[in-house]
């Protein structure tokens, strides 16, 4: 009987880690044409951003411009305006992006999002106290942005990981949070000068107008610092997926790894928040959008960082060509955004036990 089951039971050992196998290389396809597409998207509509505007040039002399060639009108158009401007949507896109899905990893929750959890309003506060109060801008800008978000994560941090259920008091202490530090932002504007209040609310909307060069060098920091550092730690980030006993079973320091992830994911948001102002709910969409995209089981990393550089160029094409007026592409995210947000709870409610 013994020898039966064992012929009978041999050749299904084979053909279920065939499917097994089948299936793991089907994933790494999909995940792999979903990046490419993405990619591809990025570079047309940077490519339209280039392009298109109040005059419209060829790629060939968008190309020249690029090349470093001095073509009439085009070079100061292309060189000095658009092309920093799609730069920067480009990389404060996947910086959004990126930190966005390292949350929501992290904290196994859809709406464990900077945006929501209060970590982009402390950067905020910080960065229209840095306005407001002691007139920075550029590099000190970022460093004030980056020490209000990183401030801001370390005292959520204390006060939800306390023992079990840590993850849904972090996201209810977060939005608490997030609150005071928005009314804290609002009473630091009223008592501005008209000047700096228009400044500061323009940088509140997130918005891409005014993008140089040397305002993109904090941007670059934060994303050298962050890629490489995610990326090494991506591996640990999709075993915490599996949940915390699990993680510390197969050898992961689980504290020591989430402490590491959320401050670079930090590091990463608040140099883009810096540059960009807080462009709404970036953070949010991009990981559902890159999971949805590649399947469950995979990691949304890098797929996210690239929804998020489409999600910023085209918002930013809408804003500023498509609608009857020019707005900051914050506009257009936060309507998005907010829509999405709506459609998400609705599900979530829909999903729990009456």
Not at 13 to 31: C, E, F, I, N, Q
Not at 167 to 194: E, F, K
Not at 327 to 348: E, S
């Amino acid at each position: 009987m013994t020898i039966d089951s064992a012929r009978v039971a041999s050749p299904a050992g084979p053909g279920t880690a065939d499917l097994v196998r089948r299936r793991r290389l089907a994933g790494r396809r999909r995940k792999l044409i979903v990046v490419a597409v993405l990619a591809i998207l990025v570079a047309a509509l940077f490519l339209t951003a280039l392009c298109f505007g109040e005059r419209i040039y060829s790629p060939a002399q968008v190309l020249h411009v690029i090349q470093g060639e001095h073509v009439p009108g085009a070079w100061f158009t292309v060189g000095r305006l658009r092309l920093p401007r799609a730069t920067t949507a480009i990389l404060a896109g996947a910086a959004f992006g990126l930190a966005g899905a390292s949350f929501q990893i992290l904290l196994r929750n859809t709406l464990a999002s900077p945006d929501i959890i209060g970590i982009t309003a402390g950067a905020n506060t910080a960065a229209v106290a840095g306005i407001i109060v002691l007139g920075l801008s550029g590099a000190a800008l970022a460093a004030t942005a980056v020490t209000g978000g990183l401030l801001t994560a370390l005292a959520i941090a204390l006060l939800a990981w306390q023992g079990r259920g840590a993850t849904g008091r972090l996201i209810l202490i977060g939005i608490a949070v997030s609150s005071m530090l928005d009314a804290v932002t609002m009473w630091i504007m009223v008592r501005a000068d008209q000047w700096d209040i228009q400044a500061a609310s323009r940088w509140l909307t997130g918005s891409l107008n005014g993008s140089t060069w040397i305002g993109l060098v904090p941007l670059l920091i934060g994303l050298a610092v962050g890629v490489p550092a995610i990326a090494v730690l991506s591996r640990h980030l999709d075993t915490l997926r599996l949940g915390d006993d699990t993680a510390t079973g197969l050898g992961v320091h689980v504290q020591a790894t989430r402490v590491a992830i959320m401050l670079v994911a930090v590091v990463a948001l608040a140099t883009a928040t810096a540059t960009t102002g807080p462009i709404a709910f970036v953070s949010l969409l991009c990981g559902p959008i890159a999971a949805n995209l590649i399947g469950a089981g995979r990691s949304p990393l890098l797929p996210a960082a690239l929804v998020g550089s489409v999600m910023v160029l085209a918002s930013d094409l809408i804003a500023q060509h498509l609608l009857a007026h020019s707005y900051p592409v914050g506009v257009v995210t936060g309507i998005v955004g907010g829509i999405y947000l709506i459609i998400l709870i609705v599900r979530m409610t829909r999903k729990e036990p009456a």
